[in-house]
């Protein structure tokens, strides 16, 4: 399986930017779909992005359409997730997750996942 290692989480204000990485090991990187899954306080784990294996497709929960983008660059390794306009329910672990299809993520179906990085958003 993909090892994966989040980082970039941190404390924002609302309405502030923070932009978290994901840094996968081996060497098929681009053969796996990528996405991001976030759990806050008290709720259930939740899909947020995701990503096809070449990037040519990109999927969002509705709650954060036109905030966050998800990106992937296949040569280094690393997919991102950069988030705009924080709102206080944007608070979250955060977690990296590969999967065979974007569209498996989406319904929160993956191979893999990270250790999880924090964001907290405050007002």
């Known amino acids: 399986q993909v090892q994966l290692v989040e980082s970039g989480g941190g404390l924002v204000q609302a309405g502030g930017s923070l932009r978290l990485s994901c840094a996968a090991s081996g060497r098929t990187f681009s053969s796996y779909a990528m996405g991001w899954l976030r759990q806050g306080p008290g709720k259930e784990r939740e899909f947020v992005a995701a990503?096809?294996?070449?990037?040519?497709?990109?999927y969002y929960a509705d709650s954060v359409k036109g905030r966050f983008t998800i990106s992937r660059d296949n040569a280094k390794n690393t997919v991102y997730l950069q988030m705009n306009s924080l709102k206080l329910e944007d608070t979250a672990v955060y977690y990296c997750?590969?999967?065979?299809?974007?569209?498996?993520?989406?319904?929160?179906?993956?191979?893999?996942w990270g250790q999880g990085t924090q964001v907290t958003v405050s007002s």
């Open positions: 997750a590969a999967g065979i299809s974007s569209s498996r993520i989406r319904s929160g179906v993956v191979t893999n």
């Open positions: 990503i096809s294996t070449t990037g040519g497709s990109t």
